[in-house]
């Protein structure tokens, strides 16, 4: 049983920044998901298994960053210029097939407990 564990989130004002973390019980590809009020789970952000192999969504392009930290089990999401559309429950999922350099998008198989992110206008 793989365990994720994410940390971070909170309440901040439109055009700040906010620093996910998530650490697995192990090395994983990774992922971060948003979760907006009514809507569906979407995928926003991905790191392959080794190297620094990277995705983003068009909607956090050039606002977000992933990486993976030196301990190579964590990884963050690096939040700036905060919108309210970012609002939501934002979920780290573990990608426990994949190897090497690519960047999953689906098949997440172990899910952290979600945290919450809340951004005033």
């Known amino acids: 049983q793989v365990q994720v564990v994410e940390s971070g989130g909170g309440l901040v004002q439109a055009g700040a920044s906010m620093t996910l973390s998530c650490t697995a019980s192990?090395?994983?590809?990774m992922a971060w998901f948003h979760q907006p009020p009514g809507h569906e789970r979407e995928i926003v952000a991905a790191?392959?298994?080794?190297?620094?192999?990277?995705w983003y969504a068009t909607s956090v392009r050039g606002r977000f960053t992933i990486s993976r930290d030196d301990d190579e089990n964590t990884v963050n999401l690096r939040m700036s210029n905060l919108k309210p559309e970012d609002t939501g429950v934002y979920y780290c999922?573990?990608?426990?097939?994949?190897?090497?350099?690519?960047?999953?998008?689906?098949?997440?198989?172990?899910w952290g407990q979600g945290t919450q992110v809340t951004v005033s206008s």
């Open positions: 790191i392959s298994w080794v190297g620094q192999n990277q």
């Open positions: 192990g090395r994983f590809a």
């Open positions: 999922a573990v990608h426990s097939d994949s190897l090497g350099f690519r960047v999953p998008l689906s098949g997440h198989d172990y």
